[in-house]
């Protein structure tokens, strides 16, 4: 059991036709050596015992409570969570997820030492429906910036990972119960105003299966183009690109790459801090920028390259060009010979 004191948290689970795999994810915050928390419990809708299974733990095993009769969206449930929660810290965990048992210690350490930071998540371990690790992981960046870098080309901030404090939520504008992506929307709102990180350790086991929420996302034919839209709703606030400039880089038709990547840097330098040009040449923005370029766009791909701190960058775009500019017979014979002679 930990003994350091921290200020209590309450974790907020939405849940609906969580069984079987809830019973685990409660015995994972039965488990945490830091035992200062409460669980508050929304069921939308459950008809496969869920609400039966969580009146098993709540509140005999975790101390919290279960709201059963106003079921919401997922973005809307997770919105009056927030509002009801009584405590300033809040964890996040999906209902068929599992916390490894010194999460939220380390959260709780890593906030207590970095006062600045309104949340923090960790990285992920990826597990199939049987609990069995995959051998997956999600790499996430750990400092603000490269995270607000790479919200240009998507998510990187698990949910299911975080601890957050609830007052910086609400003044972001808590969840939008009508987002398809409702945590990518709220991280685009909570970033304009408040710094993120995410911890190193792997602390949650992330289950992959094929009826899960985000799976379901993922499939949804109009994906690309719903993070597209999040994304071109709030790029004036966090990189101060216009929705349609914003649009237009994600969806690689920018004809000039670099002149998007200084207005990004210069903007982010005013809200945010640090210089302009420490923003150009950060790898993470470089990255995000380089995957956001079109191959014609020559100069803009070499000045990415010439702005890159890492060594050999000029000479690896160099080639990449020269190979792109052959005729595809030869890029194709060159190809094979290079596969032939690994």
């Not at 009584?86 to 964890?91: D, K, N, P, S, V």
């Not at 404090?165 to 003044?171: C, D, I, N, T």
């Not at 792109?324 to 002679?341: E, M």
């Given at each position: ?8 948290v ?11 795999y809830?019973t685990e ?8 050596t ?6 508050l419990a929304?069921?939308?809708?459950s008809?496969?015992g869920?609400v ?12 919290g ?11 809307g ?8 929660a ?6 996040l965990?999906?209902?068929?997820d ?6 939220l ?13 309104a949340?923090?998540g960790?990285q992920?371990?990826?597990i199939?429906?049987?609990?069995e ?7 996430y ?9 790479t ?11 975080v ?12 969840y ?10 709220l ?26 929420d985000?799976r379901?996302?993922?499939?949804h034919?109009?994906?690309?183009s ?5 994304l071109?709703?709030?790029a ?26 200084r207005?990004?840097a ?6 945010q801090g ?7 040449r950060?790898?993470?923005l470089?990255?995000s ?6 191959p014609?766009?020559?100069?803009s791909?070499?000045?990415f ?16 060009i ?20 690994k």
């Open positions: 059991m930990s003994e350091h004191s921290y200020p209590p309450t974790w907020l689970i939405p849940v609906k036709n969580g069984m079987p809830l994810t409660l015995a994972s915050l039965a488990s945490q830091y035992k200062e928390f409460q669980v929304w069921d939308n809708g008809t496969d869920t039966e299974e969580l009146r098993r733990w709540i509140p005999t095993r975790l101390q409570r279960i709201v059963t009769d106003d079921p919401r969206s997922l973005g449930s997770r919105a009056r969570l927030v509002e009801v009584e405590t300033e810290l809040c964890a965990v999906d209902a068929d599992i916390c490894h048992p010194n999460r210690e380390q959260q709780l350490e890593f906030m207590s030492t970095h006062p600045e930071i949340l923090v960790s992920l371990r990826i199939n429906e049987r609990g690790p995959t051998g997956e992981s999600f790499p960046f750990l400092a603000h910036d490269d995270i607000v870098h919200f240009l080309l998507g998510n990187h901030i698990a949910q299911p990972s601890l957050f404090r609830r007052s910086a939520v609400l003044s972001a504008g808590n939008d119960s009508e987002a398809i992506f409702e945590d990518y929307e991280w685009l709102r909570f970033a304009q105003h408040h710094k993120m990180a995410n911890l190193a350790s792997c602390l949650v086991d992330y289950r992959i299966r094929p009826e899960s985000s379901l996302k993922e499939k034919r109009g994906m690309e719903l993070l597209v839209s999040c071109g709703k709030h004036q606030g966090l990189f101060g690109l216009t929705t349609r400039e914003a649009e237009r880089l994600r969806h690689r038709q920018s004809s000039f790459a670099i002149a998007m990547a207005k990004i210069n903007h982010l330098a005013f809200t640090g210089s302009t040009w420490s923003r150009l950060s790898s993470s470089l990255d920028m380089r995957s956001l370029t079109r014609r766009d020559v100069l791909r070499l000045c390259a010439v702005l890159d701190r890492r060594k050999g960058s000029i000479w690896r775009e160099l080639r990449l020269l190979a792109q500019s052959l005729p595809y017979p030869i890029r194709a014979l060159a190809a094979k010979v290079k596969r032939l002679t």
